[in-house]
């Protein structure tokens, strides 16, 4: 496949990169300007592509030719950079690819998704700290992911759990609803959390699926699975 990763330079970004490349996919990059040097390990192996990712010109150039698109939906800054990202994807994909786009378990897509109390105070006080401090908007993330919802493309969105580093631990497994027994633990590799988005390119299981996931080796995964 030629698979587009909008994002390419942040943490989750090379680790799909890397993930792509290992499975044979050809690879185009977007990043920042200012970011294009954290893709040097990569940079004769992949098209890099500079600029914001919710420039649509940049978008549509990247994402020309493309089977599948990976998109890291960041909420930094009070710009629309979600949202903004989403529907440049959206609009310039060509019909038919797959769109694979990242968030966290915050964003429900049907509201059955049930949280803790501690969860929810989390989101609360951070997207009230960013946005009075004008870092990020999580809102924007939620209305990014409302519209791929509402949108008639072959999506996914993989809504990851809290991250940690380290080596990996397999293909995370998933869950319709956060609150669901087999998530509870809550902790995914981020190098899995690529490896999901990677892998869910080819698994049309997971067309117009808002999956959450966590760690395949994680103790409520391995109950679930004992069970
Ligand atoms: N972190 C968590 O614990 C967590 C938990 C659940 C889900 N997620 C989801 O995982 C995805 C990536 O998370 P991550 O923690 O692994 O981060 P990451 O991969 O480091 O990604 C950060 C991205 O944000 C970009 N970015 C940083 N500052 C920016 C700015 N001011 N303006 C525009 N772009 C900016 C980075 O681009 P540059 O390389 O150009 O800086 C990079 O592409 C997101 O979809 C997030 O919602 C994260």
Same mark, same amino acid.
């Given at each position: 496949m030629k698979v587009c990763i909008i994002g390419a330079s942040g943490k989750l970004g090379r680790y799909m990169v890397q993930h792509a490349l290992d499975r044979g996919h050809e690879v185009v990059g977007v990043c920042r300007e200012k970011s294009v040097a954290k893709l040097d390990a990569f940079k004769d192996r992949i098209t890099i592509i500079p600029g914001a990712t919710n420039d649509r010109e940049v978008i549509k150039r990247a994402v020309e030719g493309c089977d599948g698109v990976l998109t890291v939906l960041v909420p930094w800054g009070l710009q629309q950079y979600s949202s903004g990202t989403a529907q440049a994807v959206l609009d310039y994909a060509r019909p038919g690819a797959r769109l694979v786009f990242s968030c966290g378990w915050? *964003?429900?897509?049907?509201?059955?998704d049930v949280y803790s109390p501690a969860f929810k105070a989390v989101v609360v006080v951070f997207g009230w700290v960013a946005r009075t401090l004008r870092f990020a908007e999580l809102d924007d993330q939620v209305e990014a992911c409302r519209r791929i919802f509402e949108s008639g493309t072959r999506w996914t969105v993989v809504r990851g759990s809290d991250l940690e580093e380290g080596e990996s631990r397999g293909l995370p497994v998933w869950s319709r609803?956060?609150?669901?027994?087999?998530?509870?633990?809550n902790i995914t590799r981020r190098t899995d959390f690529a490896l999901f988005m990677v892998a869910a390119l080819e698994?049309?299981?997971? *067309?117009r699926e808002a999956p959450a996931i966590v760690d395949c080796q994680s103790p409520s995964a391995l109950a679930h699975a004992a069970a």
């Open positions: 915050h *964003i429900t897509r049907d509201g059955q609803h956060v609150g669901d027994p087999v998530l509870k633990s698994n049309d299981a997971l *067309i």
